[in-house]
C-alpha cells in the first residue's frame, strides 16, 4: 500500500519538473494532502481531484503522464538545443520522474486507506509504470515528440501579442478523404518529406480557384507528418509583421514548423509585404532553419493591382511593377489547384457518392451534380463534396 503523505513530500519538492505542481491535477492532489485527516474538507478535496481526474479520462498514469511530457522544462530545453545537461539537473530528473510514477500508480484504495473509509471511494484506473524509462525513450527522439505545447499539439494559432496558441479543435482532415489533384498534392507532399529529412525544400505557394483543396492539402499533411515531427503554426496577413518573433521562439526547437498563410494577397502599399519578401529570401532576422512558409492564394500574383497602377506617374513604374510580381517568384514551388473540369468534377463525385453509399443511377446523380455546380457558378472539388452532403 502507496504512503499518501510520502508522495506528497517528494511531489512537494519538485524542481526540475517545478511547473508539474501548478497544473489543476497536481495542485488538487497537493490541496487533499494538506487537509486534515476525517474532516469534511478532506472529502470534498477527494471529490474534486477525482473530477479532475475524469476529465482526463479516469485514468490517473495517464493523466500524469500527459502531463509530465508536455512539461517544458531546463532539462527538455537543453536536450531540444543539443546542449550538455548538467549531471545535478540530470540526477534530479531521474528522481522527480520516479516520484511522479508513483503517484502515478496511485489507486482508490490508497486514498480509502488514507481517509480511513471502509464503505465506497470513487474509483478510477491506473497502473504502475516506469515514467523514466518512458520519458528517456522520447527525449531520445525528441526531434519526433517535440515537448512542451508542441509535444500533444499539430495545429497552432497565433495570438495578437505574437504567442504561439494550441489549435483545440484542429483540422482533422488526412490525405485519405481527398480525391483528385493527386499530382498536386504529391508535389507538396515530397517537398515536406525533402523538409523533415534535412534537405533542401522549398516555401509553398499554392494557388487557384476557391474550393479546389489548397488549405485542406497543407493541414492534411501537417496531420499525416505529425508522428515525424512537423507541426503547423497558422497566422493571419495582418500578423506578418510578427515573423521574426515567432520564427526566433521555434528556431531552437527540434521539431519542424510550416507557417501557413491562408488566402494571401496584398495591396501594394501594405506593410506586411516587405516582412513576407525578407522571410521568403531567407533574411537571417526573419527565418528559422526549422521552418517554411506554405501559403495558399485565389491568385497567382499575390499582389492586387489596378490598371491604373499601370498608369501612373512614377518615374520608374516598370520598376515597381515587376518588384510587385516578384512576390509570388520567391516561394520557390507554386503549385496551380486549377477549377476542375466537368470529367475531374464528376469523377470527385462518384468517388465520394461511393464512399458514402449512396446508391443513385450514375446518369442521375451526374445530371444532379451538374445542376448543383450550375447553381453556385462553378465546378470545385467544395461543390462536389457539399452535392453530396446535400445527398446524405
Known sequence: MADIFTIYKRLSSLAVFSGVRKTP??????????????????????GELINEIYGGGANLTDCVRRIAFEDENVYVRAIGKKEEVNPHVARAVEYELNALSEFAALTPDDFATDMGHKNYVHSFDSEKADLCAEYMSRISNIEKYGYGIFAAHGMFSVGDDGTIIPIASADRTTLDNFVG???????????????????????????????????????????????????????????????????????????????FIDDLSFNKNDDSFSMLKATLEGSASARAKN?????????RHIVRETFSDREGDELHRNDTIQENLSLSARFGLSILFAKPEKKLYLDIVHELAERNGIDIPMDELDRDAEAFALKRGHRSARAAEQFIDSLL
Open 25 to 46: 491535477l497536481f495542485s488538487l492532489f497537493l490541496n487533499y494532502c494538506e487537509q486534515e485527516s476525517g474532516s469534511a474538507k478532506k472529502e470534498l478535496a477527494y
Open 181 to 259: 489533384y493527386e499530382e498536386e498534392r504529391q508535389k507538396v507532399i515530397h517537398n515536406t518529406e525533402m523538409f523533415l529529412s534535412d534537405k533542401p525544400a522549398a516555401n509553398i505557394l499554392l494557388y487557384g480557384d476557391a474550393g479546389t483543396g489548397k488549405s485542406s492539402t497543407v493541414k492534411a499533411v501537417a496531420n499525416h507528418f505529425f508522428d515525424m515531427g512537423l507541426r503547423l503554426i497558422e497566422i493571419r496577413k495582418n500578423q506578418l509583421l510578427l515573423l521574426p518573433k515567432i520564427m526566433g521562439e521555434i528556431s531552437n526547437n527540434p521539431l519542424h514548423f510550416i507557417i
Open 291 to 299: 521552418a517554411v512558409i506554405y501559403a495558399t492564394s485565389n491568385r
